[in-house]
């Protein structure tokens, strides 16, 4: 048997530093096994899925060096490999299992699904639906298909109480309780696929034999057992990752930690040495050591060796093994490429010589009026703020605001920037001059700069938001219930 694994990432939003860790472990796993590893992307949720996002993840994991011997850029011979393109075949699975009585049209309304649930709260029952709850008189059924309502299409699964085992190549055999499995949505009413058909169906298709994910996957794995049952399909193993935490031990969120892979970049982070630092996350060489390339990891690596407890994600920890990659693996020519490649190149100062050009008299002015495009988190101080009009309650709330409203930006240029924040100051019914001054602070450092906009732009995002957020922490932060507070004003300025 040839060894296959896969990551299967949803392109919404950044490329998240957990998704290459999951990367990191399939690829070892299957070269470690002479085998192969693909990329697959879960692009169902058409609302949320976008194409600058499934790019950026494309970018950032070839940036760490990752490879994939098949994937929606190099093609391969199961594509394709975007599940956007591959929906006829979802359907033809999904009335496959309805011919043969396994899964089941379900003509039921919001309104209904509420009722029921709250019928089985009432009666002490888990609130997973079943499909005895869900069935309908077969009048009834006749009558909603006549006038053409809309359906979906569900799994059947028991109705009786009672354990699920699955086999789990870390945790042995792991015990589910069928009376908290409901009958799960396959095939949603506009004919898209739910996450559980797609993948059974995709891994099988694409002769997947292992599949290494995270935790948060296990509870699943009951409604994929079953899948691969109906479908009378050998299933693959599965081995769920423990999750990326936080240092407080919380899972790692980018409220308490920036994940964007596209954040470490921009803070001048080696590819070299994040990847040998998720290599750390809950594995570890034979001898122990801390430092090793990608090729080093896949010649040792045994996936036993992974511990369960919840690696901690520290920024501190990976700084320090980065300053150790970069001492003992770069000579000054090989760091003076980098740093080139990283960003001292011509096309940065083409960026910004537009902006920093009228404020210059010597050369040397460039550097104090541009250094902040290339450095990382700022020193910024409570004094930083002094120049800004408002007390620090009222500096918060404009930070604050400013950045959910960047948070929620896809599509970063400056102009679409500058609608964002005039819209924000308008609503705010301040003037935005006063909007941009504390920006100014958080994003540049100083106010002798140039348009805060520009500077934002070319920061990008990542380095942006995460400024902004430092800026916040600076001024003492936002507590819980300011949160809510905040966020409570912010929702009724409406659709900004
Ligand atoms: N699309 C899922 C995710 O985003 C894949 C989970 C799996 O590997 O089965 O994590």
Redesign the pocket.
Known sequence: MTVRT?????PTGDPHVG?AY?ALFNLCFARAHGGQFLLRI?DTDQTRSTPESEQAILDSLRWLGLTWDEGPDIGGDNGPYRQSERMDLYREHADQLVAAGNAFRCYRTAAELDALREARRAGGHSTALKPSDLRLADEEVAAREDRGDPYVIRLLVPEEEGVCVVRDMLRGDIELDWGMIDAQILLKSDGMPT?HLA?VVD?HLMGITH????EE?IN?APKHKLLYEYFKWDMPQLCHLPLLRNPDKSKLSKRKNPTSILYYERMGFLPEALINYLGRMGWSMPDEREKFTLSEMIDDFDIQRVSLGGPIFDREKLSWLNGMWLREDFDDEALADRLVDWAFNRDNLMRVLPHARQRMETLSDLAPLAGFLVSGILPLSEASFDSVKGDREAIIKVLQFALWRLEARREWTRDLIWDDMKGLADALDIKIKDLLAPLFIAIAGSSASFSVVDSMAMLGPDMSRARIRHAVEVLGGVSKKAAKRLDKEYMALGAL
């Open positions: 896969r990551v299967a990432p949803s998704t999951i879960e996450y993948n891994d599949v290494l994910r995270g996957w699943s």
